[in-house]
């Protein structure tokens, strides 16, 4: 069984790419603590079969695992088109 996980902020780097900007995403657990990772973490946990997503307008917009033209993994919205819009409109983790 895959897990879900909502995630409802991210964590930027200055002055990287659109694509390589995210350093954390984050959310909150069903017992109300707060959780946070890296990319790259969620990244391999995607690929390991988790799901992520993000609610937009009350649906969830799934993200998937995309590569940049520099090789670099990251996570974008499956509705996003090569830049993770999406989530880089998500506010800033606590």
């Not at 002055?15 to 995210?22: F, K, L, Q, T, V």
């Not at 509705?79 to 983790?93: S, Y």
Request: charge should be negative; proline fraction near 5%; glycine fraction near 8%.
């Amino acid at each position: 069984m895959a897990i879900k996980a909502q995630i409802e902020c991210i964590r930027v780097r200055d002055g990287d790419s659109p694509s390589n900007r995210i350093s954390h995403v984050g959310g909150v657990n069903p017992d109300g603590t707060r959780w946070k990772m890296t990319q790259e973490r969620a990244v391999y946990l995607m690929e390991e079969g988790w799901e992520f997503y993000v609610a937009v307008s009350g649906k969830a917009a799934w993200c998937e695992v995309a590569v940049s033209r520099q090789g670099h993994k990251y996570i974008k919205t499956a509705a996003d088109d090569e830049l993770p819009g999406t989530l880089l409109n998500l506010p800033e983790c606590p």
